[in-house]
């Protein structure tokens, strides 16, 4: 499984984006992707991730009320909508998925991920 994140760009504070991280190979039944994020000189962070088939989500407290998770089964896509963006969500985004059903708790653990995409760089400026 390979995995491409793309929609990353400038943007100014307030503004909105949407990255996308879409699936090569197989369409799996059950899985979840979660997206992560590290500033400069930063630890990586959990953003949001989605779980199927349930469609369960997971949101990091920092990002709740502006960013949506979603997938498109048909696609194989999973994306991130991103509203109201603030200069301190600047930071290179990754999506991450895993083929397994993990439990919600462990969504936000970057350990959860089997397979990573390249990162996509979200700039936001003031």
């Known amino acids: 499984v390979q995995l491409q994140a793309s929609g990353g760009g400038m943007v100014q504070d307030g503004g909105s984006l949407r990255l996308s991280c879409a699936a090569s190979g197989r369409t799996f039944s059950k899985g979840a992707v979660g997206w992560f994020r590290q500033a400069p000189g930063k630890e990586r962070a959990f953003v949001q991730a989605?779980?199927?088939?349930?469609?369960?989500?997971y949101t990091a407290d920092s990002v709740k009320g502006r960013f949506t998770i979603s997938r498109d089964n048909g696609k194989n896509t999973v994306y991130l909508y991103m509203n109201n963006l603030q200069p301190d969500d600047t930071a290179v985004y990754y999506c991450a998925g895993t083929v397994s059903r993990p439990i919600t708790s462990m969504l936000p653990n970057p350990s959860t991920y089997d397979y990573w995409g390249q990162g996509t760089l979200v700039t936001v400026s003031s």
């Open positions: 989605i779980r199927w088939p349930d469609h369960s989500t």
